[in-house]
């Protein structure tokens, strides 16, 4: 079945269990993966999916909802049946409607059509890719994470109240986590991520270089001491910490009382009048956007913080309700509509006179610690209360020379981090995760070995 | 009629599909295959949420799908399909074989299918059985109820999940297996806050094939311990970073264990080169008070399962036995890589991941001292009672949360702190475990990794670390 048979499928099936209000998301993939070990195929995969998620409005006006594999009509009868009966432990307190934005025009991002390389095409680039990293330093004995990817996919939102709106997309990834090991010392570790529409988009020859460089600028590695220290981020690891706790901008987040932001924090000054912070899913290096978002709400640039202040919240169609305002396009469809970030561009504002404009990664001769890139997110970070404590790749720069870190963390608060931003630099880098300049924080905690 | 010719064309739950099973492999192994695995699921899944004291969320779901893989040599090609008909398993065979470029003519014997091993059948009761999501709601909202202890206490939610698994399993060695898996988890959370103080407390209960489990679940008393850590730490202090000895509580103290060293000795790392253990056999890895076990044949335990995702009953792993490394943990891709036998662990989360070595319920065993012999042997040092999450990088090094700690000094426990991690090596940390309680305990979790998130027990007694880097401010 195609997304509009489906959506005939749903809406017949509702009406035969006279079901008046439906909403549903689907999304249909094929998938081709690998991954080699010296030259070897490791494993091979390929799936077809499909994943339906079906909401249903009782007479009471309260919601089900059902998730389901099987898009048979007796898959979907059993679906829309399930939901009915989910919809009688439906949330009376809060209300949920259809996204009053769901047949708003869709920003749909044109992109060259891509057609599947196929797992051949895929095993051959990353035993290629695999050769060349190993061969790239004498210490890189080999390439324990790898593989190579694409997705081609279709989206789909539809509603009984005659909304209708899907996309078909591509994307393509590579990753390569290369291991060097030197005698009498520990063996390290570092890698590279690309990604792209497809695999003829994916610029491999740099995702080798990068996993190399990384992995051998490691190799003569020290402990360092405990103390604070000026921290110079990466653009990945700031946008990492801003990810890890954008609970501040949720408005679901705060209305389930986990967020360090309340109803009347609009306004209110988080850091130096140089930072600027969007969301901006459709950005045109984002290569995972999405023109709408689980309720159906086009997907648009949202200022988060503007000129260090809290601008807006991200939001969904009941928590843009409560706040009274309109959704955002950040919903996820489920029983309780989560609500999260697409992709995060941090720039310089044009207040930036108190920034301390010395501070350039690529030439500051003082002593600083550069995070490259931070570990174990999800154990490390409590978004309710602010505070993270998280390992890290880095280095320390001192007397104009550069040792790799061995094995540290850095602790803080982000309000702290935040308030202590002391330079924003003016060149952006793309990440896979969104946008950033390397940003300067004074006084950091970092715990080390020595 | 119709039904005869919808068994032989397409996979039914609950009926004989050893026709069609025997077809698939038949055509696989006549392509060239030199292994053909076919697993089949059907769940059956739903979840509750309870906030403050109202049902903010139901999500039932059921799906139902096939993960084929074939293996060529030491190559493995796997493919995931929702089609469940004979065109689409075949055409999932069909692709597998693509994907791995077979041509040589050579061909294995396939024998058919042994005698069907049904482990389900005194499962298939257990759907009617499990709670109503009304009677679990109602339990819930009890517990959210509970935690209500004074103002403090600004969010507090409960929740629970059921995930019932039916799986068939055959593969071109004869195995013909039929299983229910059945698991349940509750959780209660809080967050506690007090002007700029803020503070949260966490517990997580599971099981797996016991129906009446949270019935009878003892909700009160869940709900002091999760309550009362939340308010020891609400006004705890940040603890000072530095090297110096650590006691683990038991029960999820455990964890450190399973991921800094439980991982290492999984045959997919020895086949990525990534174990500093692979040479290490019958060697010393561990001071000598150390004996590790993974098994998955523990009553109840969230990791135990009567049969594993490649067909194989689980054994009963002696990882390390007074310090000496005794077994690696091994499912068949393992086997065939590494030389190490299976041992009952080829795991998955679902039907769209190939089957992996992965742990079960694995735990250090008990030893002679009490809790307070391991407090009283430390003049100053960390006493982590709660830990969170945490996580190995790919050259060894972990990096553990303690939620709730508190500081020994000359023999006792004394003020709560917060901030603190554990950070370490496996290889360097485990020489270092030299008291083991006599408190063995067991908590239940869920482990993610190459082939899903699977459902795991970790443990262990009390233990003590002579010294490790905890990190903080």
Not at chain 1, 55 to 74: A, C
Not at chain 2, 110 to 132: A, M, T
Not at chain 2, 138 to 167: F, M, P, W
């Amino acid at each position: 079945m195609n997304s509009i048979e489906i959506t005939t499928q749903i809406s017949e099936a509702a009406d035969s269990l006279n079901l008046k209000k439906w909403d549903y998301g689907a999304s249909f993939s094929n998938d081709h993966s690998v991954q080699v070990d010296k030259g070897e195929a490791k494993q091979l995969k390929a799936s077809q999916k499909q994943i339906l998620t079906i909401r249903v409005w009782n007479e009471s006006n309260l919601v089900g909802i059902t998730t389901t594999s099987d898009i048979s009509e007796s898959g979907i009868k059993k679906a829309l049946n399930q939901a009915n009966i989910a919809s009688d432990f439906g949330n009376k307190n809060e209300r949920t409607e259809f996204s009053p934005l769901a047949k708003d025009p869709i920003e749909v991002k044109v992109t060259k059509k891509r057609n599947p390389a196929g797992i051949k095409k895929l095993l051959t680039l990353l035993r290629e890719a695999e050769v060349k990293l190993i061969e790239s330093h004498e210490s890189i004995k080999s390439v324990p994470y790898n593989g190579l990817s694409e997705s081609f996919f279709e989206r789909v939102y539809a509603n009984s109240d005659g909304a209708f709106r899907s996309y078909t997309k591509s994307q393509a990834a590579i990753y390569l986590y290369a291991r060097a090991e030197e005698k009498n010392k520990k063996p390290r570790s570092s890698g590279s991520v690309k990604l792209g529409y497809g695999v003829e988009d994916i610029d491999i020859e740099s995702c080798i270089k990068d996993a190399s460089d990384k992995t051998i600028s490691h190799l003569n590695y020290s402990s360092i001491k405990t103390d604070k220290y000026l921290i110079c981020f990466s653009p990945e690891s700031f946008l990492t910490i801003i990810n890890a706790f954008s609970s501040m901008f949720n408005a679901r987040s705060i209305l389930d009382g986990v967020s360090l932001s309340n109803k009347n924090s609009i306004g209110e000054k988080l850091s130096t009048e140089a930072l600027n912070i969007y969301d901006d899913g459709l950005h045109e290096k984002n290569i995972s956007s999405s023109p709408f978002d689980g309720e159906g709400t086009p997907t648009k640039r949202l200022c988060l913080i503007n000129k260090g202040r809290l601008e807006n919240f991200i939001h969904s169609e009941s928590t843009a309700r409560i706040f009274k305002t309109i959704p955002t396009g950040h919903a996820g469809l489920g029983s309780k509509v989560s609500v999260s970030p697409d992709w995060i561009v941090v720039e310089k504002s044009k207040e930036n006179s108190d920034l301390k404009t010395s501070l350039d990664h690529s030439s500051y001769e003082g002593e600083f610690v550069y995070i490259e890139e931070l570990n174990a997110i999800h154990a490390g970070v409590k978004a309710s209360q602010g505070s993270f404590s998280l390992p890290f790749d880095g280095w320390l720069y001192k007397n104009g020379k550069k040792i790799s870190i061995e094995s540290a963390t850095v602790a803080g608060d982000i309000k702290y981090l935040l308030k202590n931003i002391v330079n924003i630099e003016s060149n952006q880098e793309v990440t896979t995760s969104g946008i950033s300049p390397h940003i300067w924080v004074d006084e950091l905690s970092i715990t080390g070995d020595a | 009629m119709l039904s005869s010719q919808i068994k032989s064309n397409e996979i039914v739950f609950g009926s004989c599909n050893k026709d069609l099973l025997e077809e698939i492999i038949f055509y696989g192994i006549g392509l060239g295959a030199d292994f053909v695995e076919i697993f089949i699921e059907n769940t059956d899944n739903s979840s509750v949420l309870a906030e403050e004291d109202f049902i903010t969320s139901v999500s039932p779901s059921f799906g139902r799908g096939a993960g084929i893989r074939i293996f060529k040599g030491k190559k493995d090609g796997f493919v995931s399909t929702n089609d469940l008909t004979k065109h689409g398993l075949m055409r999932s065979v069909s692709q597998a074989i693509e994907m791995l470029d077979i041509t040589d003519n050579k061909r294995e014997v396939f024998n058919g299918l042994n005698k069907h091993r049904d482990y389900s059948l005194p499962k298939k009761k257990w759907i009617n059985e499990v709670p109503s999501i009304h009677e679990i709601s109602e339990k819930l909202l009890v517990s959210t109820k509970s935690l209500k202890k004074n103002n403090k206490i600004i969010t507090r939610k409960g929740s629970y999940s059921r995930n019932l698994q039916e799986v068939i399993i055959a593969s071109s060695d004869g195995t013909y297996v039929s299983d229910i898996r059945l698991h349940q988890t509750v959780g209660l959370n809080v967050i506690a806050s007090d002007a700029q103080y803020r503070s949260s407390g966490s517990r997580r209960f599971g099981s797996s094939g016991m129906p009446n489990e949270f019935r009878f679940w003892d909700h009160e008393k869940a709900a002091n311990d999760v309550f009362e850590s939340s308010m020891n730490m609400l006004y705890a202090d940040y603890v000072d970073a530095g090297q110096m000895p650590v006691v683990l509580a038991n029960k999820f103290g455990g964890v450190i264990f399973h991921e800094a060293c439980g991982h290492l000795l999984e045959t997919t790392q020895i086949e990525r080169g990534t174990t500093p253990f692979e040479n290490k056999l019958n060697e010393k890895i561990a001071h000598e008070s150390v004996t590790a076990i993974d098994e998955g044949i523990s009553e109840g335990s969230f990791g135990s399962l009567s049969v594993d995702d490649e067909g194989m009953e689980p054994e009963k792993s002696v990882l390390i036995k007074d310090g000496i490394l005794k077994k690696f943990i091994s499912d068949r891709a393992g086997e065939l890589r590494t030389g190490h036998k299976r041992t009952g662990s080829g795991r998955r989360q679902n039907y769209s991941f190939a089957a992996a070595s992965r742990m079960r319920n694995t735990y250090i065993a008990k030893g002679e001292f009490s809790k307070e012999d391991l407090i009283n042997s430390i003049s100053e040092g960390l006493y982590c009672k709660s830990m969170g999450g945490g996580s190995v990088g790919a050259t060894g090094q972990f990096n553990f949360a303690v939620e709730e700690g508190y500081i020994i000094k000359n023999g006792k426990l004394t003020n709560p702190v917060k901030g603190a991690t554990l950070i370490g090596e496996a290889k360097e940390v485990m020489p270092k475990i030299s008291m083991c309680g006599n408190d063995l305990a067991l908590a239940p979790g869920f482990c993610g990794s190459i082939s899903g998130s699977v459902n795991v027990t970790v443990g262990q007694p009390h233990i003590k670390v002579d010294s490790i880097t905890v990190g903080g401010r």
